[in-house]
């Protein structure tokens, strides 16, 4: 059974710049198999207002700790204005949660993080933030 959990994403509040206050409202419907294993969907609300597609989520739960990445067909961006756009030239973007579950089973809070894939990447951790937090609570 798919249990929908929605919530906010906000950027590391130590990196000065224009999304440092930034919330991103996000859902998640996490299928927990037997064995501890995550499937499912994964949407922002900056993401989806430009694009209708959901990232594919994988992972696992360990006890009370979590940890799901969410595969991206295509690299979603911030400008220097704050202004969401995706490049197509940069397929394949990966974006790790980790966090834990509290003690009722309906809260989750952690970071999470962009896994870069190139070095062409890397050049562009001074201007795109790359990492955060987030809490997301269940809904059904």
Request: hydrophobic share 40%.
């Amino acid at each position: 059974m798919k249990n929908k959990w929605t919530g906010t994403l906000t950027f590391d509040p130590a990196k000065p710049g224009v999304l440092s206050d930034k919330v991103v409202a996000c859902e998640f419907e996490i299928l927990l198999d037997d064995e501890g294993g995550i499937s499912g969907t994964y949407k922002d609300a900056d993401y989806f207002a430009v694009t209708e597609t959901t990232a594919r989520i994988t992972g696992f739960v360990d006890e009370n700790f979590l940890s799901i990445v969410a595969h991206f067909p295509v690299r979603g961006l911030y400008d220097p204005d704050g202004k969401f756009y995706l490049d197509a030239d940069q397929l394949n973007h990966e974006m790790a949660f980790y966090g834990d579950l509290d003690e009722s089973g309906d809260l989750i809070s952690g970071n999470w993080e962009i896994v870069e894939r190139t070095a062409l990447d890397l050049n562009a951790l001074s201007v795109y933030y790359t990492s955060g937090f987030f809490e997301i609570k269940k809904v059904d």
